[in-house]
């Protein structure tokens, strides 16, 4: 799909080098928050690999001129609902636009590619939003055909000591971003 100089491109398993330095240029951008603490994520050349493992699944680039400017990727899930009926779920996430980009086509045109590939296939989606994300799924939902996200529940993460506090070696802990 090209939109106004934007390019939605469909990664395989290995995005081509050129690109990949590119993708690598534009990860640096985001950092998330666990506790006090922010961590990065690298995806490294084979982009689409977290997704791929969980089944049928798409990742998606918006590149304009040569720079990545955006990525969303899904995967079909089955989920149960509450009442115990099953249903064929689409797990969106890794979605990012460029800072430079937000406000742009970049995110309608790559929920636009996604939904049309998801639609045959499944009957709701989800998706997860850490605590911190800036900005939030209500800032950039429920406009320009792009459905709202509400929240539906809230998932708290322990963190429970597997070993004496201070017992890694330095050289084993991450670094702070």
């Known amino acids: 799909m090209t939109s106004r100089t934007l390019e939605i491109i469909r990664v395989g398993e290995a995005v081509a080098p050129a690109l990949g330095e590119g993708l690598a240029r534009f990860e640096r951008e985001f950092s998330y928050a666990l ?7 690298s995806h490294g050349a084979d982009y689409g690999r977290f997704w791929r493992a969980m089944g049928q699944s798409l990742t998606l680039l918006a590149v304009r001129k040569g720079t990545v400017i955006g990525a969303m990727s899904g995967a079909e899930r089955e989920l149960q609902s509450p009442d115990g009926r099953c249903l064929r779920a689409l797990y969106v996430g890794d979605l990012k636009i460029s800072r430079a980009e937000r406000g742009g086509w970049a995110l309608r045109a790559l929920t636009s590619e ?3 590939w998801a639609r045959p296939r ?31 529940g809230s998932v708290e993460i322990l963190r429970i000591p597997a070993s004496a506090p201070g017992a890694c070696p330095p050289r084993l802990a991450a670094p702070p971003i």
């Open 114 to 116: 996604l939904t049309a």
């Open 122 to 152: 499944c009957d709701a989606a989800f998706s997860v939003v850490m605590n911190g994300t800036n900005p939030a799924p209500a800032d950039y939902t429920g406009r320009a055909g792009i459905p709202a996200f509400a929240p539906v």
């Open 35 to 41: 506790g006090a603490r922010r961590f990065r994520l």
